[in-house]
């Protein structure tokens, strides 16, 4: 059964690698050529979304000649080939093929059925076609290749059936699965599955390419928006350890969620700054282990650093001391500015020695531990001698970021009038 599938998919990858370098080079040649007036996008991305287009026809043609081999493997009485032109019967199945609009016919009742496989582009294309009686067909089934929810399926299948229904159009839409399933069964479906996610997977790797938003001003502050959007709807208490009660993380849900201080990590001061930069580049660019991934994670490890330094700032002048740059305790004031050791070992430090948390003593503790963790696994390995190139430890930095902006933003002591010098607008 797999081979099959493995077989028709392997095909199609010759394709794509055959067709990289003469879309590379005609697609350099023409846009020089033409010299667009109107030019939203550049070679490359004329070069890519021309390979997509071609490439999803052309899996779409391979799904329908799948479907074909099924039918006629199985001797299914209901199907047959459309029709071809008499100048065109004495050619080999595979030049009349390229002759019809679509290969496939399933003869039931009396009535003639015909099955185009779509890809998003060319629905309306085969639509218009059956609706001005361009088929020898009395009935037309598009079966889309997508996968879809239930409110995207009801919208795009079965909304539309109804529709057509109403007006008297012999039309039907199908996903891919509900045909293949109907006709094929269940595991043949799941071996088609299969395949098409390989061929995607290694298909996208051949092309080479991946789209990636220009970061605009007004981009940037969208990009700001949903990211306080995940901010805000993160859980943050399961990662807490149960010595430490409810109460205590009750408190810092409320100064981080209710009171709004997520905030300061969308806005302009240079710990959201760091975090946004790295967060842009982690959901924006297509990451690899091929790379040296600490340029991406170099904003969530100085940003804790930066963001524990400006809560420790506002108490500045009350009496709170830290080390100096010589290793003696001063006082943390504007004048000493320049003396202060401001590494995190330092500023940790600084908790653990000073009342600056409204929290109590078990989740004061849990918030130094978390630190020194991040200070020892986390920050000081990636800054200075490992490599970082495992995706799964890019992940586990970031969330561990995100996890310590909760704690440091919801347990630290902070006036109102204070929060506008970490960023906090409303």
Same mark, same amino acid.
């Given at each position: 059964?797999?081979?099959?599938?493995?077989?028709?998919?392997?095909?199609?990858?010759?394709?794509?690698?055959?067709?990289?370098?003469?879309?590379?080079?005609?697609?350099?040649?023409?846009?020089?050529?033409?010299?667009?007036?109107?030019?939203?996008?550049?070679?490359?991305?004329?070069?890519?979304?021309?390979?997509?287009?071609?490439?999803?026809?052309?899996?779409?043609?391979?799904?329908?000649?799948?479907?074909?081999?099924?039918?006629?493997?199985?001797?299914?009485?209901?199907?047959?080939?459309?029709?071809?032109?008499?100048?065109?019967?004495?050619?080999?199945?595979?030049?009349?093929?390229?002759?019809?609009?679509?290969?496939?016919?399933?003869?039931?009742?009396?009535?003639?059925?015909?099955?185009?496989?779509?890809?998003?582009?060319?629905?309306?294309?085969?639509?218009?076609?059956?609706?001005?009686?361009?088929?020898?067909?009395?009935?037309?089934?598009?079966?889309? &290749? %997508?996968?879809? /929810?239930?409110?995207?399926?009801?919208?795009? +299948?079965?909304?539309? !059936?109804?529709?057509?229904? $109403?007006?008297?159009?012999?039309?039907?839409?199908?996903?891919?699965?509900?045909?293949?399933?109907?006709?094929?069964?269940?595991?043949?479906?799941?071996?088609?599955?299969?395949?098409?996610?390989?061929?995607?997977?290694?298909?996208?790797?051949?092309?080479?390419?991946?789209?990636?938003?220009?970061?605009?001003?007004?981009?940037?502050?969208?990009?700001?928006?949903?990211?306080?959007?995940?901010?805000?709807?993160?859980?943050?208490?399961? &990662? %807490?350890?149960? /010595?430490?009660?409810?109460?205590?993380?009750? +408190?810092?849900?409320? !100064?981080?969620?209710?009171? $709004?201080?997520?905030?300061?990590?969308?806005?302009?001061?240079?710990?959201?700054?760091?975090?946004?930069?790295?967060?842009?580049?982690?959901?924006?660019?297509?990451?690899?282990?091929?790379?040296?991934?600490?340029?991406?994670?170099?904003?969530?490890?100085?940003?804790?650093?930066?963001?524990?330094?400006?809560?420790?700032?506002?108490?500045?002048?009350?009496?709170?001391?830290?080390?100096?740059?010589?290793?003696?305790?001063?006082?943390?004031?504007?004048?000493?500015?320049?003396?202060?050791?401001?590494?995190?070992?330092?500023?940790?430090?600084?908790?653990?020695?000073?009342?600056?948390?409204?929290?109590?003593?078990?989740?004061?503790?849990?918030?130094?531990?978390?630190?020194?963790?991040?200070?020892?696994?986390?920050?000081?390995?990636?800054?200075?001698?490992?490599?970082?190139?495992?995706?799964?430890?890019?992940?586990?930095?970031?969330?561990?970021?995100?996890?310590?902006?909760?704690?440091?933003?919801?347990?630290?002591?902070?006036?109102?009038?204070?929060?506008?010098?970490?960023?906090?607008?409303?």
């Amino acid at each position: 059964m797999a081979n099959r599938y493995e077989e028709a998919f392997s095909g199609l990858l010759d394709l794509v690698r055959g067709g990289k370098e003469f879309h590379e080079k005609y697609h350099k040649n023409i846009c020089e050529s033409i010299g667009a007036i109107i030019n939203l996008g550049d070679s490359s991305y004329a070069e890519y979304s021309s390979m997509v287009e071609t490439n999803e026809l052309r899996v779409a043609s391979t799904i329908e000649n799948l479907a074909v081999s099924l039918f006629t493997d199985n001797s299914n009485p209901q199907f047959s080939f459309y029709p071809v032109q008499k100048q065109y019967e004495k050619l080999p199945l595979e030049e009349q093929a390229k002759t019809r609009p679509f290969q496939i016919i399933l003869t039931a009742d009396g009535m003639k059925t015909g099955i185009v496989f779509s890809v998003s582009s060319d629905v309306g294309r085969y639509y218009r076609m059956f609706i001005q009686d361009e088929y020898a067909v009395e009935r037309l089934i598009i079966v889309h &290749l %997508i996968d879809p /929810d239930e409110e995207a399926y009801d919208a795009i +299948i079965a909304r539309t !059936n109804q529709v057509n229904e $109403g007006s008297g159009h012999h039309l039907k839409h199908m996903t891919l699965k509900e045909f293949w399933v109907e006709y094929f069964g269940e595991d043949e479906y799941n071996a088609l599955v299969v395949a098409i996610n390989q061929f995607n997977n290694q298909a996208q790797e051949i092309i080479g390419f991946s789209t990636v938003v220009t970061p605009t001003e007004a981009a940037i502050n969208h990009f700001r928006e949903t990211t306080g959007k995940m901010l805000r709807e993160r859980t943050y208490s399961s &990662l %807490i350890p149960t /010595d430490v009660y409810y109460s205590q993380v009750h +408190i810092m849900e409320q !100064n981080y969620l209710t009171q $709004g201080r997520w905030q300061a990590m969308i806005g302009r001061k240079n710990f959201a700054i760091s975090f946004i930069t790295s967060e842009w580049y982690f959901k924006m660019h297509q990451l690899t282990e091929s790379f040296d991934l600490t340029w991406v994670a170099a904003g969530y490890l100085k940003s804790v650093e930066q963001l524990l330094y400006a809560v420790i700032e506002l108490s500045e002048g009350t009496g709170i001391t830290i080390r100096s740059t010589d290793r003696t305790i001063i006082e943390f004031s504007k004048e000493n500015e320049s003396q202060i050791d401001s590494t995190l070992g330092s500023l940790k430090a600084v908790v653990e020695h000073n009342r600056l948390l409204e929290v109590n003593q078990y989740a004061r503790e849990h918030i130094i531990n978390t630190i020194e963790d991040w200070r020892k696994k986390k920050r000081n390995g990636f800054f200075h001698k490992d490599v970082l190139q495992s995706i799964d430890q890019l992940k586990e930095i970031r969330e561990s970021a995100l996890q310590l902006y909760f704690l440091i933003l919801g347990s630290f002591t902070i006036d109102d009038s204070q929060l506008i010098r970490l960023g906090v607008i409303n």
